[in-house]
Each structure stands twice: as C-alpha cells, then as structure tokens.
C-alpha cells in the first residue's frame, strides 16, 4: 500500500517537548499502521533533541531522521525534508507542539477518502486548540467561519473568501504533495516562513476542505515563541509578503510568458487570483504587520522606525489599483501608515485622537471609533474608552477563559445582585454561541467587540476564576478578585518552577504580572491558603472564606437532588457514580487508566455509570459499550454545569482531580482510582500523599473499584477526616463574605 501521509517535523531546541509530540504522532498509533511516515529534521539543535529522535527512529521504523549539518530555521528545515517525502500527502507539524488522541488514524481515514474522489483535496484544513502556559485553553476561535461553510464540503477560497479571517499558519494544513510542490513555491528563512506557502496553496487550490475536529494542540506564549519574542527578524514578514502577491502576479500572466524573472522563471501554477482576492491578501498582509508594530515588545525600539517604512513601502508595491482604505479608526491608520506617518499614527494610537495639524479636513475620530473596533482597531477604541471615568458600580464577570457561566464567578454574581443590587454585572463570553447558552436575563458582552472593550476600559470590579487577558491593562482603582477554581492536590503557580515537564513552558513572569493585579484570592480551605500564598506570591488578601461554588452544594434539598437525577434519567433505585478523571498535563488528552466498560460490566444493572472527562479534552472518552446485564454508561462530558452532576451521583471516583473535594461537601462516597500514583507524585508534584489522606476508598484495579462500590460506602472515617481538613468552611455562605469584603454592602443585621 503507497503511503498516505507524511508528517515533516522541523526539531530545534525543544528537548522538554520533543518526546510529548513523538508519543502523540507514534505512540497512538499501532505498529502495524504504515500508511505514513514521519520525518523528523534535525536543525542543528543545540540539546538533547538528535539523540531523541535517533532513539525514537530505532524503535519505530517510521521515523526518518536527518541530522543538517547547518541550522536552517523552520523554513529551511521543512523544505530539506520536502524531497524526501513519499507520501500523497504532507502534513508540517512544529515539535513543541502535540496531537489529540487517535489524530493520526482520523486524518489517515480522511485522505483515505480523498484519494477516490474525482477532485480530491488539496489542501485538508483541520480544527484546533490553543493551549496556554497556565495550563488553560481556548478552541479555535475562527471556528464559526468554518463550520456550516462550503468548506465542510469541499470548495474553492473564491467560494468562501472568509477563509483569510482564520490563522494562516501551515500547522493546521495538510497538503497534497504533487500540488504543493507544482506551485513554485517555497518556506521562506527567519520569522513568518510559512505564510509564502499558505496563501498561494489556498488561492490555487481547486478543492478546499474543512474536518471539524480539533486535530492540533498549538502552544501559545511559551518561551521562545516569535509571538512573544523581541527581535529585529519580525520585519522578516515583508520578504514573505514579496513572495506571496509574486506569486499572484506569476498566475496572472498569461500561460507562457516568462514575466519578471527572464527565461526560466516559474511558469503559471494555475487559475488567475481574481482583483477581489488579491485586495483581500493586501488586507490581511497590512493588518498583520500593524498588529506586529503595535503589539509590545515585539519590534525592538531601534529598528521601530525602519518597520514602519518597510509597511510604507509594502503599500506603494502592492497595492491595487483600486484599493479603498476601510472605514473608521482603521482606515485613519491604514493611511497615515501608506504616508509613513510614524508620528501621527503613534498619536492616534495613543490618544484615540489625530495630531491637531492632521485633523483639517478628516472626520471626527470618536464617532468612529464603534466602526474602527469591527475593522480590527480594537487596541485604539481600548485605549479611547479608558480615558472615560471608571464606572463604580460596573463588576465585570467571566470563568474558564470565557466559557461562560459557571463555577466560584457565577455564585458570588448572584449573591452580589442580593446584596449589591447597585453593582450591574456583565460577564465575558467569547463567541455567539457561548452567549446564546447564557442564562435568559444575564447580561453579557462577547469578546472583542465595542461593549467588551468598553467594559474592561471602564469597570470597578473584575471577578474570575482563571486571569484575564494581559493586553488589558489594570487601571488604578479597579479591583481584581481572583477565585481560581479547585483546592490543590498537586503543584501549582510558582511551585512548578523546578518542574519544566509539569509547567509546560509555563511563562513564570507573565504569571507574576497576573498575580500583581490581583486585589482579593479566594481560598476554599486553610490547606488552599497555605499552599496558594506560596504558590501565588503577591501583595493581594487572602479570602478565607470558602469556594462559592459550593454554596449551592452545602445547601442543597432532598428535592433538588431528585430533580438532577430526573433530569439525567437515572432510575429510582439506581446507583449513580460518577467518574471523573483528571488531566495530565504531559499525557496529551484523555487518559483511559479505567476500561469503563469493564467496571460497568463488573457493577451490573443496578449501578449507572456518569462519564465526565475533563474540560481540555475535545474527544469524549470513546467508545462506552459494555453490553448486556452492564451498568449504564452515559457520556455526560458535555453538561456544563458539573454541580448538576454531583447532585445527582451517589458516589464519586476520580484521581486527582480537585472534584474529590467539592463533592466531599455532600458527605457521600469517594473512591480514588489511582493506579498511576507514584508517577503522577514524581512528575506533577503534590501537597500531600493522597494514599495517606484520602476522602474514601482508595484502588489501583479495576477489580477493588467495583469491590468499593459494591460495598456502597467503605470509609466513612477516611471522609471524615477528610472533610474536616478540606470542608471547614463550607457552610453555604462563602459567596456571601465575598460580597460583603469586596462589594459595597451595607453591614450584616
């Protein structure tokens, strides 16, 4: 059988997360799957990563290895290993980064296809997920432009031009090699190599397809990373800019003439990139080089001048003909940035407001700024509504990155609008579809758009459960009130430092200039207070108060609770469990240490089983048949209110998961599955030795979980102990004494 696929994988310097992206390539797939291939190029790496590779390629004959003798840069690299690749498709993966499980079989199953269609793809887009040195993520955030698209089907970038909103890295693209290298193109050298391949594969391809599913966990922020590197090579984008509308320019010549390159140069690769197209490119290409100028720290201050007259000159070359600068804000800058207009365009940016020698004759810049925030100009409309008043009786919501309503956020908002009733609260979600699952009569903003950037300019009260973005800054008398969302059992913050595995390039300053906004932690236990004071070093007060999550849980009624079990379909007389695994931070998704079927099997009919992975994980758990004379197995991954799911379970099994010590506030059975333990301790690092001081049952099999909960409830002394350490203060008024200390409230009677 020919090969399928080709996986190229540039490695330099990244020996903490070469092995993870090895595993999630090889280590999920059998032995026995060699419809691909993956050749790994070793570019010059000055650590551990050659010696890596050469001992992964002994094991696995699917990996290639080429050692260059120079270092090439990610372009280079990638175009060394192009020659050598066989398979039908090419797919360029970055080795800091990983794949979910079962990817490689899913995309292999999707070229499958491809191959026997009458047009098939040329270039496979895929879904992905972005992953944050703190450990959180966010899903694609250009989704909505892909999903019910004509690209799910298969279409050309004419069809749906919208395609250019989305990331035009080469990651996320898997491309059919006789048509990838019939353009003529090639992966230019320094910052932005891929682009000059990107654009021409989408502006020629014939058939253009979208597979809604995340297939790429992409690293944001992590050291070393160009997005947030300070460094001259930024102006490397206007060589790829060059080359792109060449590229245009070559397939818009008629077939056969030579064109600017003299005899020899590439002839046509294909169809002419129509005026509208070429405009759309233009756009993007000067909108990205002004988010580079404009974003600190990435421009190095001596060489800023000379950027800005690269933008200048990049207008004057590539322009089209008839090109209308946009409307609002934007257009103000997109010409003051053609003129070279450095000062000008600083004032604008700084003050919202155009230098007075400027203004004769230009439209009002306020009335725009609403305009200029739709065209992208969101840091000028920022700056512009931080210089109105801060609007004391704003509170500014959010949880879990802006995934909506939930967690510690969510309770101290309804208690605030009890006892604050003065206090409007708003709260951040970061999509229409995420707005549309809000509760009817929350107020909300979406992410990005003129009441979000107004909200973050103006509020008194900042309220979440993870940091807000650091592009916002903290303007004096705001108060930040950071609840995080989980006691800790392993390591966390500032004590990951000496753990580069657990941190996953976690950016430990960046972390502390988190921390240094906040006014007020929330802590759930004095374990939490002692640990997060270290973890989270800062001059904020600790909130001894209890999580306000759990509020609902401590005061929680008989009928309450027969209502979630109504609403999850569990019947009377049936045992309902719970099982919710953690996530491991070097394992990549869902980690199955528990055949769910086969604890169903062994528990029988009178048990059902509640399936919940965690929330980093885009898979589910798979496959959850168990057959006959089984207990019931129900994904409930989904629900997004875990609270619902502990009402209505009669006991819980997890492993390290901070769930283990909100459900210890109903008193009810937990049983710790922990049959990796001694690794977990050693790589993740923990606070205390759970196998001494659990809240339940403790097993390493399946065999002794079921024995467990058969047994019903196997140790309530180790419950006990366990919610007197970790339970003290949930009494069901923690939101309350966070209302009181943070909001004006009047006194308590």
Known sequence: MSLLLSIVLPVHGVERYLPRCLDSILGETPAAETRFEVIAVDDLSPDGCGAILDAYAARDPRLRVMHLTENQGLGGARAAAL??????????????????????????????????????????????????PDGGSEPNPWRNVLVGSPLVEGCTLAEHPALFQTVMSVWNKVFRRAFLEGLGVAFGRGYYEDISVTYPALLAAERL???????????????????????????????????????????????????????????????????????????????????VYDTPGLVPVARRKDYFHRVALHFERHRPSDYRFPGGVRGVQYRLAARGARIAYAELRRTGRLPRELKRGARAVAPAVKKGVRSGARFTAYNAFRRLPLDEHLAVYAAYWHRGYACSPAAIYEKAKELAPQIRGVWVVENRRQADAMPAGVPYVIVNTPAYLKAMATAKYFVNNVNFPRTMAKRQGTVHVQTQHGT????????????????????????????????????????????????????????????????????????????MRERF??????????????????????????????LARRLGPRFTLLVRTHYFHTDGPGDLTAGEDAAEILDVSAHPVVEDLYLAADALVTDYSSMMFDYAVLDRPVVIFAPDWEEYQRERGVYFDLFAEPPGAVTVDVDGL????????????????????????????????????????????
């Open 488 to 563: 800790p059992l392993k390591a966390m913050g500032m004590d990951l430092r000496g753990r580069p595995e657990a941190a996953e390039g976690m950016d430990f300053d960046r972390l502390q200039e988190a921390i240094d906004r906040w006014d007020f932690l929330v802590s759930s236990n004095p374990h939490t207070s002692e640990h997060f004071a270290r973890a989270f070093p800062g001059r904020y007060e600790m909130l001894d108060t209890g999580y306000p999550r759990n509020d609902r849980l401590a005061n929680t009624t008989p009928e309450e609770v027969r209502a």
């Open 209 to 291: 397809r979208y597979l809604d599913r995340p297939c790429y966990f992409y690293r944001r922020g992590r050291d070393g990373a160009i997005t947030a590197t300070a460094s001259p090579k930024h102006a490397d984008v206007f060589a790829q800019y060059d080359a792109i509308f060449a590229f245009i320019d070559r397939c818009n010549r008629p077939d056969g003439q030579a064109g600017p390159g003299g005899q020899g140069a590439p002839r046509r690769p294909g169809r002419p990139v129509p005026e509208s197209l070429r405009t759309l490119v233009f756009d993007r290409t000067v909108r990205q080089a002004l988010n």
């Open 569 to 598: 379909g569990l019947r009377p007389g049936t045992t309902a469990v719970l099982y919710a695994p953690t996530h491991r931070g070097g394992k990549g998704g869902y980690v199955p240490l528990l055949d769910v079927a086969e």
């Open 706 to 749: 079921a024995r467990a909960l058969r047994a019903g409830d196997p140790e309530p002394a180790a419950r006990a102990r366990f919610r007197a350490k970790f339970c003290v203060w949930d009494d069901g008024g923690a939101a309350e004494r966070v209302v009181r200390r943070v909001f004006p409230v009047a006194p308590a009677q």
């Open 83 to 132: 020659p050598q690749a066989r398979g039908e498709y090419v797919w360029f993966v970055d080795s800091d980064d990983w794949l979910p499980e079962r990817t490689v079989g899913v995309i292999l199953d999707e070229l499958a296809q491809e191959r026997h269609r009458e047009v098939p793809a040329d270039v496979l887009l895929t879904d992905f997920t972005h992953v944050y």
